[in-house]
Structure formats: structure tokens, C-alpha cells
């Protein structure tokens, strides 16, 4: 039976958040201020209670930012930025514990509430053997509604969507391991055989009560 690695993506296997960086280089710094300022007490309240009014708060920015926008003008700017995003922001010991999960032989998958557009990019040059993601709406001229394509990947749907990606690749999954950060983690992590937290808040945040990722793997 082979194992199963699910990382999360912003602020686990890289440094903080990839979403707004990734509409500014899209879209540029000035349109991006304008759409947030515009949302800025959804946001907040979206940061603050988390669960759908996150979700919704989420996708009425991407309706400001991204309805119209060309999805080959998509691609072609996020394999841009995944090159530059992780040149910048990788962290490396997350990183060591990725590869050595590859090492092992065991299945390596990103799960995230980021756009799979990019993700997808970034999955592929560090190596994962798929990416789970949130999937951006296309209409029938080709370009981004700014929807998404069904629910925003965190939470329970993060874990149903990876659940699926397992199922999808025989009965033959081992033990499942996890790896996040913040409260969209969480039934990841719990529904998990073996759950570290590598989130920079340690005791103090949402994931105290799993291991942390520690100075080397487990035996």
C-alpha cells in the first residue's frame, strides 16, 4: 500500500499568502487596491468568522479582479508567477519533509484554497504528484467569470476534494498524512493518520494540539 502526503500551499509550504500577489500581477497594483477597498469590510469579515462569508468575500473580489480577463492570459501570467512565488517564498524545510515523502514513494499532493491555475504550476515544478485546488469558472468565450467553478477549496470541501483525488487513484492508499497551517487545515488534518501543524503560531494557534514538523522525519 502506498501512503498518501497532502500539503496545503500558502503559508505552508510557502511563506504567507499567494492570492493578492497573484491579482497584482495579473491585473496590476492600482486595480487590485481599488477592488479591495471596495470589499474591505466583507474582507474583514470574511478574515474575522471565516467559513462561507470568507468563501463569498473571496469570490467578489475575484468577480472584480477577474471577470473578463482571457484564461489563456491567465495561464500564461501564473506560470509566471508560480516560478517567481516559490523562488521567493518556498520554505525549505517544508520543503526537505515534500521530497522526502518523494523519496519514499509515497503519493504527494498540494491541497488548497488557492486558484488551481497557478498551483497547478507550482505542483508541477516542485514535483507533486497532483493538486487539488480551487478551480476558477470559464465561460464559453474563454475567459474568467470570477466565479468559481464549484466551492472554494478549504475546510470540508478541501477534504472531500482530496478524499476524491484518492479515491480516484485505486484502493491502494496507505496511511494519509497532513500538513497545514490555519483553520481551513483542520479536517484535513483531523480526518489524517498522522497531522503536523507548521504554522508559525505553534501553541498559540488553531493546529496547537498536532505535532510540529520537527528537525527531522520520523523513522
Not at 524545510?93 to 488557492?114: E, K, L, M, N, Y
Request: glycine share 14%.
Amino acid at each position: 500500500m502506498t501512503d498518501v502526503a497532502a500539503f496545503d500551499f500558502d503559508g505552508t509550504l510557502t511563506d504567507g499568502g499567494s492570492v493578492l500577489e497573484f491579482l497584482v500581477s495579473l491585473r496590476g497594483r492600482r486595480a487590485v487596491l481599488l477592488a479591495t477597498a471596495g470589499l474591505a469590510p466583507r474582507l474583514a469579515h470574511g478574515a474575522l468568522v471565516g467559513g462561507g462569508a470568507a468563501d463569498q468575500a473571496k469570490q467578489r473580489l475575484f468577480v472584480r479582479t477577474l471577470a473578463g480577463v482571457p484564461l489563456a492570459a491567465v495561464e500564461e501570467a501564473s506560470d509566471r508567477f508560480a516560478r517567481h512565488h516559490l523562488a521567493r517564498h518556498l520554505r525549505r524545510h517544508v520543503q526537505d519533509r515534500f521530497d522526502w515523502h518523494r523519496r519514499r514513494g509515497d503519493r504527494v499532493v498540494i491541497v488548497s484554497a488557492s486558484p488551481e491555475v497557478y498551483v497547478r504550476v507550482a505542483g508541477d515544478l516542485l514535483g507533486a504528484d497532483g493538486v487539488v485546488a480551487t478551480r476558477l469558472a470559464v465561460d464559453d468565450r474563454g475567459a474568467l467569470t470570477g466565479h468559481y467553478q464549484g466551492a472554494n477549496c478549504r475546510g470540508e470541501e478541501k477534504l472531500r476534494r482530496l478524499r476524491e483525488w484518492i479515491g480516484d487513484r485505486g484502493p491502494d492508499a496507505g496511511r494519509l498524512w497532513a500538513y497545514g497551517n490555519s483553520r481551513g487545515d483542520l479536517r484535513m488534518l483531523h480526518a489524517a493518520d498522522v497531522g503536523f501543524n507548521v504554522g508559525r503560531l505553534g501553541r498559540f494557534g488553531r493546529l496547537h494540539s498536532f505535532a510540529g514538523l520537527g528537525a527531522a522525519p520520523p523513522g
